[in-house]
């Protein structure tokens, strides 16, 4: 939006933390929001009635992979590659046109990647804010270098193979002047009935979580099973990625779910990736345990890991958050994992509020009661 002030008049409003809807205006002077609710248009303010309309915070996607192609063939890796150099227009197209305003990624070429978040924040390359991890961190055997042959030397993953190490290859990305958001770790002994991989070593993984936090930089870790999980949360990460039928299965253990909520330990369960491989009554179950995490106080994200197959931008989130309703989560609070929820653990975007920064998505329709309410271009 432009400079100036502008009154969406006649809408409601999903405001504050828990997206609490109020009726009236939304004012918006200087980029930021000045006013929500029963509020007057400022005098020389340009006043735009949108009745039937929804305003919110704009939505957060917490798991994308921006430099992986779409599709396969001879024709898509040659669109692959000229997408890459021009830093996935249509991905970024796509986020704006489903109303991501945020995306995380958690997984890309660190050089590519950093070099689009700059483009991204000073307005060269139209598109959603991008928070980045840069490489991820593994193990010599374990995902992505077992599975689909990441070599160790690769811009996109870390191997370390020493606690020193560690805390070299995470400090040159935390540190200094231009520094990574998230440290990402994939923490991840696989599947024993096809394929075991090998998980980061503990005290390589405690390196990098000590080496993370003396920065001011979380920790999200991608994880598999209940023995993943417990050292993960002995290292103190923050934030975890993906809920499969190799993890809580058959329930959380109750010390893991008390020890998660105490600490403040996210969970992005990133369904949409996950449902066309799980038979209805796993996806049933896994659903119950997103539920049982949010009813002991956890704090439930939106990720939709979109870059993997099937999982396209925009779109997996908008299904992420339907996911969430499923799981019993009601409307607000689905929404709230994709908008204030990760704004307020992850950074990147904000609750409707006074003297908030805003990039507020505008619906035609309430997407309480249908999450694929069409979006509302605006401009000032």
């Known amino acids: 939006m432009e400079s100036g002030t502008v009154a969406l008049t006649r809408v409601t409003a999903l405001a504050g933390e828990d997206l609490a809807p109020l ?29 039937g309309c929804t305003v919110l915070p704009g939505l ?12 396969r063939g001879p024709l898509a890796t040659v669109r692959a ?4 150099l ?13 109303g991501v305003t945020t995306v995380c990624s958690l997984g890309d070429e660190n050089t590519w990647v950093h070099d689009l978040r700059r483009r991204a924040a000073d307005g060269t390359l139209p598109g959603p804010r991008v928070r980045i991890a840069g490489p991820l961190f593994t193990a010599p055997g374990g995902h992505p270098v077992a599975t689909i042959g990441a070599s160790p030397g690769d811009d996109w993953v870390r191997v370390p193979r020493s606690p020193g190490q560690a805390r070299e290859q995470v400090a040159a990305l935390a540190g200094g002047d231009d520094p990574v958001d998230v440290v990402k ?19 390589v ?58 600490r403040g330990v996210t969970l992005a369960p990133t369904l949409a990736v996950t449902e066309a491989a799980l038979d209805a009554d796993t996806a049933r179950t896994l659903r119950r345990r997103v539920l049982e995490f949010h009813e002991a106080g956890g704090t439930v994200l939106a990720g939709s890991d979109s870059g993997m197959p099937a999982v396209r931008p925009g779109a997996g989130l908008v299904r992420e958050i339907e996911l969430l309703a499923a799981c019993g989560l009601d409307p607000a609070q689905a929404l709230a994992a994709a908008t204030t929820g990760p704004a307020r653990t992850l950074g990147g975007g904000g609750p409707l509020a006074p ?20 979006s509302e271009e605006h401009k000032s």
């Open 23 to 51: 009726d009236g205006a939304v004012v918006i002077e200087g980029g930021r929001i000045a006013a929500v609710g029963a509020a007057s248009v400022p005098a020389g303010a340009r006043e735009v009635p949108m009745p």
């Open 60 to 71: 957060v996607d917490t798991h994308v992979h921006l430099g992986a192609p779409d599709g």
């Open 81 to 84: 590659i000229a997408d890459h």
């Open 86 to 98: 021009r830093f996935q227009p249509g991905k970024r197209r796509a986020f704006l046109a489903h």
């Open 185 to 203: 770790v994939v923490q991840d002994r696989g599947d024993p009935a096809r394929r075991s991989l090998e998980p980061i070593a503990p005290p």
């Open 205 to 262: 993984l405690a390196a990098i979580a000590d080496e993370a936090h003396r920065h001011g930089v979380p920790v999200v870790a991608h994880w598999g099973t209940l023995p993943d999980l417990a050292e993960l949360l002995e290292a103190g990460v923050d934030h975890l990625q993906h809920l499969e039928p190799r993890g809580p299965l058959a329930g959380w253990p109750a010390e893991m779910l008390e020890a998660m909520v105490a």
């Open 355 to 374: 003297r908030a920064p805003t990039n507020p998505l505008i619906l035609c329709g309430d997407p309480r009661t249908n999450p694929r309410s069409r």
